[in-house]
């Protein structure tokens, strides 16, 4: 039972060893890494945190109850 229990401690570790931050920004002229929902939804993993910058242009709708993966989403 131990092994099991540092069996899954090992795997939850690691898969927040390979999250990454993707930026979503529509801004001009500096925009972010991806400027619209599903650009930045198509190069996630979960696990990855999507950053969502303040924007007086509207990104749309983004309905989660179709999301599959674990995402975080932080926004302004």
Not at 36 to 64: C, R
Request: net charge neutral; charged share 10%; hydrophobic share 40%.
């Amino acid at each position: 039972m131990r092994s099991l229990s540092l069996l899954l401690c090992f795997f939850v570790v690691s898969i927040a060893a390979h999250s990454r931050v993707l930026t979503l920004n529509n801004n001009n002229p500096s925009p972010g890494q991806y400027t619209t929902w599903s650009d930045v939804y198509g190069a996630t993993f979960t696990g990855d945190t999507i950053l969502v910058h303040e924007s007086p242009l509207s990104y749309g709708a983004l309905n989660i109850s179709y999301l599959n993966k674990s995402l975080v989403i932080i926004g302004a």
